[in-house]
């Protein structure tokens, strides 16, 4: 069924075979029946990238690549929701980036000219939307839209979509209880890149596994099936690391399966879901990286 969004379609699946898709996926990746139950308290941190070189038609005006990136995000909320997931948080823009003005102009047009659907598309889907970051609310650019999205989606329980925009560690470190409402993080993932300088999160990722996603946040990209993937491996890579991170205290034959592992085997865990991949995903485990392709 083709779902319109902003004169954009992407297609969802039916009930049936959402299911079918999500039991093939967690059977590929290696995510058993009883591992879902902690999906509820997966709670990623997504750095939206590659909106300018990742589209398809690169003649396309450079804010069809920021739209794309906005309905990425709510199609990841929608299908992550539907998994189970409880909250997601993604990153728009820094303040950093006003020093390429044409960029952040391109990124202003997008949310303007897709803002009042997507507040819709939350509303209905039961999301809540929420925003941190300078000024958001105030003398922000878009700081209207994000009133009212705040407003309309103020009573939604089932699922909080949250953005940090105009943002920054130094504001974050100035401003420390204007995040008091953002959930802990337990996995970073980063879009076309492999790292996240300048976009961390003081006192909320102290325990969290990284992601490198390498291709673009860029919806037409993806298809239904490989959100699911992209979940299901981030709940892998939390898995992979909770209770390592901090506290953890190794039993003698655990400490030497590592330590063969990662220093003398160098472990790499491989999951490859199709002869023909284009998309790839790099998280980490105590033995060393976990690489998807698909």
Known sequence: MAVSYNSLEYETTTVSSETEILEFCMEQIGIQPEDLQYIGE??????????????????????????????????????????????????IHTLRNYATMDRMNSIFSAVEDIGKKFIFHAEES?????????????????ADLINQAEIHTRDCQDFSLNFLTNYSEEWANQNIQELDDLPNINVIGRFTKGHYSGAG???????????????????????????????????????????????????????????????????EDVIKMTSHPHKRLTSFTPHGPLTVYF
């Open 126 to 142: 039961g999301i809540k939307l929420r925003y941190y970051g300078k000024d958001v609310r105030t003398s922000y650019f878009l």
């Open 201 to 267: 999160i003081p006192g909320h990722a102290d325990r969290s596994n990284f992601m490198y996603i390498q291709q673009a946040s860029v919806s037409e990209n993806w298809t239904d099936q490989e959100i699911i993937v992209l979940i299901l491996s981030l709940l892998k890579a939390h898995l992979a690391l909770k209770g390592y991170v901090g506290g953890k205290q190794y039993l003698e034959e655990e400490r030497e399966l590592i330590r063969q592992n990662r220093e003398e085997n160098l472990f």
């Open 42 to 91: 997966l709670s990623p941190y997504l750095i939206l990238d590659g909106h300018r070189t990742g589209v398809k038609n690169q003649l396309l005006d450079t804010s069809h690549g920021y739209v794309e990136g906005a309905k990425f995000s709510m199609r990841f909320a929608k299908i992550f929701q539907k998994i189970g997931g409880k909250q997601v948080t993604f990153l």
